[in-house]
């Protein structure tokens, strides 16, 4: 048995890797401390659900509902809603369970601590991916619901489902890309809140750094991935208009090799993580 | 052809080798050199005193500032192998929000990489073990705290460990339930299983244990078995328990001829403890009492060869070094 765990020490990882991610998500879904973030991701389609009850038959536009998605997803996803529920989610996995005073009983399991590691982010990134994601199809559906027909040909024959793609891939990078920054957070600092705001500043003042400075941004990449440009004037073009422009495959890849980078940073801090409940 | 014999003997010990941990600018043990042999050993120390960082030291909890642990000729910082031969049942309270005690066992278990179905025997069979049967599907927020310090136990040894790290197993334990736990450390211990065990109920641990470890302040003070110990303190005031018909004369002779420091009556008045520095004149000078018909001696035992009164002697009751 031993030996064969030896020889194949991937295939455990793999296989320990998947059950804890098994077991984070269902702890990560189905707890009432989770009530937050869905309420945080459906936000919206409850208020889109109560224009499509409440406003039937008052005249509107599929271009400025198109428009208005998109400020949905720019303004209120990616800069508050994926940004404050992933630093509620990844924060829970390592500095929650210290504060909980459970995390010492994934340390003491047979487990590489660098699997930990990766199986927690994975089950943090499905779980907030699920939730997300699953916020943004139901208020693209219900933004178009109320058009019927034209709603229907919209997505189906127009750009609807390829802008429908662009949201949920930009909705996948971002959870992976703040899921990574607030899970080392959670490992460096007692209460990662503090920078956490700090990186909102970041992400703010992040188009008017110098270019090198713009590439350490998860919104500066994703900015590039927008289907439907928001017309926004003043300060908040500061939040919509990429600086520096590149192709999609670039903004993928760019934001994908941080996420990386974040990640081997914080497997090499879990390796040393010790247990100081006291101190929390 | 020496150093291997030093290696097969060191891979069945669990090895601190000049091991210091500071938290900061706070010591938490210092220069710690220890072989704990296999059987069932015992960690006695008042609290603060370092035993929880040594057993953390011990499983990678925490890391040591200098020196070097070693469980079986395997480290803590390689915990894939390390956590298929160690359990270690923590004393901290606490437990993932939400799980039943089945499910926490079974977590645990998954975590190990084996079958569904072996995990759902063992989990079963750890359950069992500590009485917990039909409680198990219940919400661990909903237990006793002796039922939480029993599902931890479970836990630590579900996957049946080589070596068993237990601290304070016993607190928050009823009387039954402390008999239980006490009778199944001895089952593991007559197991062979390394048990290394850490508790304030020295009565207890003493009955249990073929070594005893004391630590204080961060310092170990003694180590081995309670007769070895023993001899380490021979220095040390002894206390002796002397029935006999007129304990108030014996303790006034044994004063004046300088071979007793403290002297109590025994509560039914037949007896007296008295404590000497030096054992050996002590009993001339009481064999000299007796020969001369001072006093009728019934029975003479020492009163102090169990592992609280060498703690006493050795710590102190303010528990500071002496």
């Known amino acids: 048995m031993s030996e064969s765990r030896q020889a194949m020490p991937w295939r455990m990882w793999w296989l320990q890797g998947r059950r804890l991610t098994a077991i984070e998500i269902r702890r990560n879904l189905f707890s009432w401390k989770a009530g937050w973030v869905y309420f945080l991701a459906m936000a919206p389609a409850l208020l889109i659900l109560v224009h ?32 404050f529920g992933c630093l509620g989610i990844f924060s829970r996995l390592i500095r929650g369970e210290m504060i ?53 040909d919209y997505v189906l024959h127009g750009p609807g489902l390829e802008q429908l793609l662009a949201y949920e891939l930009i909705t996948v990078l971002a959870c992976l890309g703040y899921g990574s920054i607030f899970l080392l957070f959670s490992m460096l600092f007692r209460n990662p809140a503090p920078a956490a705001m700090l990186l ?38 500061l939040l919509t208009v990429p600086a520096a422009p590149v192709p999609g495959w670039q903004a993928c890849l760019g934001l994908l090799v941080l996420t990386i980078l974040v990640l081997l940073y914080a497997c090499r801090r879990m390796r040393n993580l010790e247990i100081h409940y006291t101190s929390e | 052809m020496s150093e291997s014999r030093e290696v097969n003997k060191s891979s069945d010990q669990i090895v601190f080798d000049n091991v210091s941990k500071f938290y900061g600018e706070v010591l938490g043990v210092n220069n710690i050199s220890l072989s704990i042999p296999p059987g069932i050993t015992t960690l006695v120390g008042p609290n603060g005193s370092g ?46 929000r939400g799980v039943s005690g089945r499910e926490f066992i079974r977590d645990s278990l998954m975590l190990h990489g084996i079958g569904r179905s072996d995990v759902e025997c063992l989990t079963q069979e750890a359950l069992d073990r500590v009485h ?69 109920i020295l009565d207890e641990v003493d009955r249990l244990a073929d070594r005893v470890i004391l630590i204080t302040g961060g310092y170990l003070v003694a180590e081995g078995n309670i007769q070895q110990v023993r001899q380490e ?56 009492a007796a020969v001369e018909g001072a006093v009728r001696i019934h029975s003479v035992a020492p009163a102090d060869d169990d592992t609280d009164a060498i703690y006493q002697y050795l710590i102190g009751p303010e528990g500071g070094a002496s």
Request: charged fraction near 20%; hydrophobic fraction near 45%; glycine fraction near 8%.
């Open chain 1, 200 to 237: 909102l500043g970041w992400e703010f003042i992040n188009p008017v750094l110098p270019l090198l400075l713009q590439k350490i941004s998860v919104a500066g990449y994703l900015r590039s991935l927008f289907p439907v440009p928001v017309a926004a004037k003043g300060i908040f073009a």
């Open chain 1, 100 to 152: 909980e005073r459970s995390l010492h009983f994934y340390l003491l399991a047979p487990l590489r601590r660098e699997v930990l590691l990766l199986a927690k982010f994975a089950a943090g990134s499905l779980s907030a991916v699920l939730v997300f994601g699953g916020a943004v199809l139901l208020d693209f559906v219900l933004m178009y619901l109320g058009y019927g027909a034209a709603g229907r």
């Open chain 2, 51 to 96: 035993k929880t960082t040594l057993m953390n030291l011990m499983t990678g909890l925490v890391r040591p500032t200098r020196g070097r642990v070693s469980v079986i000729g395997l480290s803590p910082a390689a915990p894939a192998e390390f956590f298929r031969q160690v359990g270690y049942c923590t004393q901290f309270d606490s437990f993932p």
């Open chain 1, 52 to 83: 499509l009850v409440f406003n039937r038959g008052q005249p509107s536009r599929m271009d400025e509902d198109t428009e208005i998605l998109a400020g949905i997803m720019q303004f209120y996803y990616l800069r508050l809603a994926i940004f």
């Open chain 2, 233 to 288: 303190v021979r220095d040390k005031p002894m206390q002796v328990l002397i029935r006999c018909d007129r304990p108030q004369e014996l303790a006034a002779r044994m004063f004046s001829g300088g071979q007793c420091v403290e002297a109590r009556l025994h509560l039914d008045g037949s007896g007296i403890y008295l404590r000497t520095g030096n054992i050996d004149h002590f009993y001339n000078t009481l064999n000299q």
């Open chain 2, 132 to 200: 917990l049967g039909e409680a198990a599907d219940r919400k661990i927020a909903g237990y006793s705290k002796g039922m939480r310090q029993k599902i931890r136990l479970a836990q630590a040894i579900a996957h049946h460990p080589s070596v068993l790290v237990l601290d304070e197993p016993l607190n928050g334990l009823d009387p039954m339930a402390r008999a239980e736990s006490i009778a199944l450390f001895e089952e593991l211990g007559r197991q062979g299983m390394h048990l290394v065990i850490s508790s304030h």
